[in-house]
């Protein structure tokens, strides 16, 4: 069964700092993976699509990695703003096309 | 690009009463959506598969006449809370994969309803 994680669960930062967000997960035969934005009270919002055979994505301050083998992907979030302040989820395609989603990380942006 | 709207975005019922929340492909046809929902403090977990047509795939764990789910036709499915109680309080999702994406490669998110039952 697939299970994701991610880790720091929550992370306070000041503005313009580069950082890195980190997800795992234990079954190396995906589709895909996505990176998703959910802020407060609102909708999720898809940020970033990495193909099984790609290893990287890149939109603006933006950076998805992808290392199947590892069972990990990374989010790089370069010159932080308050804006970026968020909760990151993460969530894989196990070719079911449905996704099993980790339990996201709690982004502060402090200005 | 392709969208996928859910109705409604935020909703308040009282306890005993039914919701009812749509998700809609809007410039695309799709056989199969999917149904989340996100609990406190964790992250979003499958609920069921809806499929155009025929009766939802339920997750283990999860009551298919307490949530029902309705797709009927390639453009709408709808979760209906039945008989809500505070514990159904949460974030539902929805998304849909098009039809005529062969390669499977793409699904579409809704933006969520938060339902609050109080």
């Known amino acids: 069964k697939q299970e994701v994680t991610q880790i720091p669960a929550a992370l306070s930062v000041p503005e313009g700092e580069n950082l890195v967000l980190n997800c795992s997960f234990t079954?190396?035969?995906?589709?895909?993976l996505q990176w998703f934005r959910q802020d407060p009270g609102k909708g999720l919002t898809s940020l970033l699509l990495i193909q099984s055979s790609q290893r990287e994505q890149t939109s603006g301050r933006l950076n998805a990695s992808l290392d199947k083998s590892s069972g990990r992907s990374t989010l790089y979030i370069a010159a932080s703003q308050p804006g970026d302040s968020a909760t990151y989820l993460c969530?894989?395609?196990?070719?079911?096309?449905?996704?099993?989603f980790g339990p996201g990380t709690r982004l502060s942006v402090l200005p | 690009g392709a969208v996928v709207s859910q109705h409604p975005s935020r909703v308040i019922c009282k306890s005993g009463t039914s919701v009812k929340i749509e998700c809609r492909s809007l410039d695309f046809q799709a056989t199969t959506m999917f149904w989340y929902r996100q609990f406190p403090k964790k992250s979003l977990m499958l609920m069921a598969t809806s499929n155009e047509g025929s009766k939802a795939t339920y997750e283990q764990g999860v009551e298919k006449d307490k949530f029902l789910i309705n797709h009927a036709s390639l453009t709408l499915s709808t979760l209906t809370v039945t008989s809500a109680h505070p514990e159904d309080s949460s974030f539902y999702i929805c998304?849909?994969?098009?039809?005529?994406?062969?390669?499977?490669?793409?699904?579409?998110f809704g933006e969520g309803s938060w339902l609050t039952v109080v």
């Open positions: 998304s849909a994969i098009p039809i005529m994406d062969r390669s499977g490669n793409t699904i579409y």
């Open positions: 969530a894989v395609d196990n070719y079911g096309q449905n996704f099993v």
């Open positions: 079954d190396s035969a995906i589709y895909n």
